[in-house]
């Protein structure tokens, strides 16, 4: 075989574009090329629950099973572990926490010492987490939509942070609605001290401390951060309030600050992250100096953050850009005009994706959007309204403008 003429490292790196399927049947070809695909084909490590109900029963042990029976620990070559499940909405029904409140105060799931005890779920990856080297993961995902068990994050008895405290890139989807963080608590990442990508998808409050404690002490080396609340009711945000409990609690700031709390970030996504009224003081938290990607979903005062980071003395270096309007906001041209100038600022952006609230005129923004000409490669514009046509079975629904408020003179206005 002319590949086993190649050197090793050359070889290797060949390997690792491979498909896992076919590195899979590169192990069984000859010894040499098992001893050279076992350690790629274990890197990435996941773990699946194929049920969204009953995460429990429907744990996925094959792997498991496999490493118990092979020669070597293959485990030893991970890098990469995640836990999974395919979900389209939350459920409460899919967190193993889930008791009845009368069980939970029985002590029917708590040994001598008051701990929680662990579930099916908890032991399996615990068994995983046991065949791991210490420091050995680089990468830890959470991604069924529930708590996460004290045992893999907490400040007293986490495997990871016991374990694995070397992690540099942590994503946990979570249950920001589930009660059972009054029981739980939020994860504690206050360990992970060589984080550089943190994603955390459905936070409520009970998180807020914990960040404030992560972000106190690894800030200002964090290069990718992705927030989303998915529920505003979670966070306690209301919208007639002078205050703002994230930027509060979990950033420790105050409306006066000019602080720059995260200078190396490149990719920044917020989502359901009020902004009002801490607008500049988050203008100056996010240090735009050499961010490149930028998404904003459905955060109340995006307007004002963006007119505060154009008033900054940093240059914008955006490569990437998504801002997603409230469909009812009560201001769509005060917010789209915002956006244009905006857009008007600065150049250089190679992907532009925008979901305006209308009707509203599509082709200023269309304009504007050609200002990045030179560079743009993909340009997606959305538009959603509210149906109020009373006769309608879908009134007062959210609807898409299939049309995007175009009409002749502003088709002319492109050509």
Known sequence: ????LLPVELLIEILSQVSRSDLKCLCKVSKLFNKLTTPILYRSVVIKAESKVSLEESLDTKLLNITCCHSENVLHFTWDFQITSFFHDLTHKRCSRNWDFNDYYSGEFQNEDGDILMGKLEQTIIRFLEKLEDGQLRNFSWELGTCIPEQLLSSYNGQLQAKQNKIESIRLVTDGSCYTHDFVGAPDLTSFQNLKRLSLIGLNRFYFESLWGTFNGISDQL??????????Q????DPDSPENYFAEEALGMSRKDKICI????????????????FQRAMAYAFGFTHLQSLRLRLCPGWEGFLAHVQRLNSRIR???LEVQHTVNCEDSMGEGEQLLTFL????????LFVSTSGPS?????WRAALKHGATLKRFVHHQRTVNIDDESAYFE???DLPDLSFGPEGINRLS
Request: hydrophobic share 50%.
């Open 344 to 351: 008007h600022a600065f150049d250089g952006l190679e992907e």
């Open 397 to 399: 629904e959210e609807c």
């Open 234 to 237: 979670a966070i306690d945000y």
């Open 1 to 4: 075989m002319l590949l086993t």
């Open 223 to 232: 290069q990718e951060l992705e927030l989303d609340f998915v529920d505003w």
């Open 361 to 365: 005129s599509a082709v200023d923004l």
């Open 262 to 277: 995260f200078p190396s970030l490149r990719v920044l996504l917020l989502s359901r992250v009020p902004f009002q009224p």
């Open 318 to 320: 955006l490569k990437m």
